[in-house]
């Protein structure tokens, strides 16, 4: 019965891919034996709620007993960790060797120069682990603490019921991407480090009479500081919410309006920021008026412009990302 199916798939899901046919099969085989001939869709609702939460079955399934992150999850967590830690140490240390090749420390004796860059590019990449690492860790067992492992809304206290099952998929629909995802995780780390860490990188480069490089930056570094501690914390919660996305495989309701709290809260702040003039640092166009020969009034003009067009695009990108999941929804009802 259709029921079933979902249930087992609810169970299977929490499971690694090796063992999920197994215990799918043994799983069913339970079922059946605890029903009679011809079941009803309430004697068989009453069975699974006998049987209980599938997280909570899962976990029994599962012989490898972890405890932070528990098994539910565990194979979940290894993967992204990996996968969170080796970004944060490519974009750490990437944006350490720019730093470097753009603005180098030089002290005037060769081996001393040598010996400062590799320390900072070790502290960088010990610096890219220790953050990816605590920073996965901490979400996942907020995320397995907080319920939404089973497909409910964080930190509902309720009997769980049948009534909550996700819909076995019959098409690919709701499946989320990982290598979406993954994609995703990618650019805002390297957005977040590279705002946070480095906004001096974003800049116009030019040589200067004297063999020099001069660097005009954007952004208006004491301007910018502001909006640090907003901009982490939206990131973390969207990072948080990316390994949702991860750990959930496909689409559900939670997961969907928690996608549309963060990308409107992410869409609010990125309009302030564009809007707010004094983050840019207004030397950043006089020198684009000397490169192109054109007023600076025309380049305010196009500066103006410019954000327009961007709020227009963010606001519809935002649009589209918060009713996709819905959409997906209704596809299969």
Known sequence: MKLIDRYIYAVTSYLPEEAREDVGKELKSNIEEMLPDNPSEDEVYKVLVELGNPWELASEYNTKKRYLIGPS?????????????GICIAVFLSLEAISWIIEPQTSGYLYSDIGNMIGALIS??????LQGAAWVTIIFVILE???VATGGLP???????PDELPEAPVNNSRKISRVETGFSMFLTIL??????LKPQLIA??????????DI?????????QLYIPMILILTIIYVAHLIWKFVAGSWNLPLAIFSAIINGAQCVLIIGMLNDKSIFNMEFFATISRILGISYENVLMW???????????????????????????????
């Not at 999850?73 to 830690?85: A, T």
Request: net charge positive.
């Open 204 to 213: 116009i480069y030019l040589h200067g009479d004297n063999g020099s490089l």
């Open 73 to 85: 999850y565990y194979d979940s967590y290894i993967y992204v960790l990996k996968m969170v830690v």
């Open 155 to 161: 930190f509902a206290k309720k009997e769980w019921t």
């Open 124 to 129: 960088a990449i010990f610096e890219g682990t």
């Open 216 to 224: 005009t930056s954007l952004l208006n570094i004491e301007r910018l």
């Open 191 to 196: 957005f977040t480090v590279l705002i946070i």
């Open 145 to 147: 603490r907080s319920g």
């Open 303 to 333: 500066l103006e412009r410019s954000i327009w067009i961007a709020i227009v695009a963010i606001v519809a990108i935002y649009i589209w990302e918060t009713i996709s999941p819905f959409l997906k929804f209704k596809k299969i009802i």
